[in-house]
């Protein structure tokens, strides 16, 4: 059961992310759903974590797996019914495990009945004015209202036909054509959403992780961005200081007025009881921009991103730990550590990656260069470890534990992404990190969908078997096991809540840091190193007496 009093339990946790259409399928049509969840939760308490974060069940006609929501209060039949969400809480909770959602404000599906409303409404009407409808440019308003290009490839406005059959206003979507933005500055939309948040906190979810946290407000006006084709989820790159980087100001990214909205969330939450958090995927650059969206009275937590997009490699990854703990702390907030998700292609096989592959723009069998799977894996482990003997709380995502690299060769075919369609394949998308798990390596699917009727919505890779749950349980030098003692560890250790403080180490590519009584030493260079004589605790690979290889992490009693 939850521990009643548990303070602030979200500092230090380690929240899995389940992306329900992959993780497991109890009715056997191909797509995971919630009854799925449900059963696996023993595996999730088994693997040590604290949280798990689903991603979208709600109703929606999938354009864009799930993020498109045509009901916020109710899930889509694909993954269940209300009473399964309800069971998937209660089972959570008597597990000891907290649940979080995924809400969806900045856009709804355009079967949403509101946007049907304003299609059908005149331009200047109540209901249009629940989105943001525009006059198009040029004679006859053919031209969109300004130049912004979607995330997801072209244009970012769609011309509705109006209801006398002529071509009518443009309407604004920052993602996919089905994904329409509201207008945040109208009332009712904050209405509806303090509603929604009601709704699920009455059904005891724990809290919400917030999509495109950054991207509600859009600065009055819309003006024109001065370089369109730079359209990416965040500012930029990655980058750490203000003094270092000048964050193109983007019209439709982290304008100030979006902060008001959650600190009225917040207030909402904070009536509940048992801490109920939320959690902003918010693509903010420069990190202490992003440090806005976790001050007291907003969000608890950020999803720390630009430590996602460090490379492998001593010296920039020194730079951003000690920039999120500083960033973060200094507003009393913790720092967050996180390495996959289900937009990026999966750390076991980015971090090895020769080049740089932006957020969801993905890689596939027409791709140069892709490293070789084994050392790339040795090389996630090291990176896993390390991001887990940070003080603060760490997202991992589902398949991480199993070591699953990007799957590949995914046939044109096959591929749903919404990326993928919009740029006529000239970018592969996120489907090769949404790939359904496999739990059973004889089993069809790989035990995916539970009655073996060997339907999965993409592919396996058919090498997959060796990776599968079962394979890996009864294997100590598995990446689950890995996993599971790293987490166990952690929580013994304290190390989530700790402090961290960097020892001397004479080479530039290892990196030696203490947290409480751990050591730990990163050989993120290819030359094997010698460490301390001390107990070892634990190993991203396996080690030779006091000789640390490349691309391993080494935990020691301090
Ligand atoms: C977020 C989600 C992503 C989705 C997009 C639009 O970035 O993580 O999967 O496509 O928002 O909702």
Known sequence: MLAAMSFQWWRDAVIYQVYPRSFA????????????????????????????????????????????????????????????????????????????????????SSDHPWFQDALRAA??????????????????????????????????????????????QWYLHIFDSSQPDFDWTNPDVHALFLDVLRFWLDRNVDGFRVDVAHGLMKQPGLPDL?????????????????????????????????????????????????????????????????????????????FNFAYLETPWAAGPLTQIIDASLATFHSVGAPSTWVLSNHDVVRHATRLALPFENPQGHGIGPATDNLPDEKAALQRARAATALMLALPGSAYIYQGE??????????PDEARQDPTWIRTNGERYGRDG?????????ERATFGFNENGTGKSWLPQPTQWARLARDAQ????????????????????????????????????????????????VVNTGREPIEIPESELLISSSPIDGAVLPGDTTVWLRA
């Open 433 to 441: 990190c949404r790939v359904p798990l496999p739990w059973t390596a």
């Open 473 to 520: 349980r009864s294997d100590d030098t598995s990446t689950l096991a890995l996993y599971r003692q790293l987490l166990a560890l952690r929580k013994e250790l304290q190390l989530g809540t700790g402090e961290l403080q960097w020892l001397d180490c004479p080479r530039e590519d290892v990196l030696v840091f203490r947290n409480g009584r751990a050591v730990i």
């Open 226 to 302: 001065d370089e369109p084709d730079s359209a990416s989820l965040g500012a930029g790159t990655a980058t750490l200081e203000p003094e270092i980087s000048t964050p193109t100001e983007v019209p439709y990214w982290g304008q100030e007025s979006v902060h008001e909205i959650y600190r009225d969330w917040r207030r909402l939450l904070d009536t509940y009881p048992g801490e109920r958090v939320l959690v902003a995927e918010a693509w903010v650059d420069p990190l202490s921009r992003l440090a806005d969206w976790v001050r007291p009275d907003e969000m608890h937590q950020a």
């Open 25 to 108: 399928d109890s009715n056997g049509d191909g797509i995971g759903d919630l009854a799925g969840i449900t059963s696996h939760l023993d595996d999730l308490v088994d693997l040590g974590v604290d949280a798990v974060w689903i991603s979208p069940f709600f109703t929606s006609p999938q354009r864009d797996a799930g993020y498109d929501v045509s009901d916020y209060c109710d899930v889509d039949p694909v993954f269940g019914t209300l009473a399964d969400a309800d069971a998937l809480i209660h089972g959570a909770h008597e597990r000891g495990l907290r649940v979080i959602f995924d809400l969806v404000p900045n856009h709804s």
């Open 123 to 168: 331009p200047g009407s109540a209901a249009r004015a629940r989105y943001i409808f525009r006059e198009g440019r040029g004679d006859h308003g053919e031209l969109p209202p300004n130049n912004w290009q979607s995330i997801f490839g072209g244009p970012m406005w769609t011309r509705v036909t109006e209801a006398d059959g002529t071509s009518g």
């Open 401 to 410: 534990e199993l070591g699953l690299p990007e799957a590949i060769d995914l």
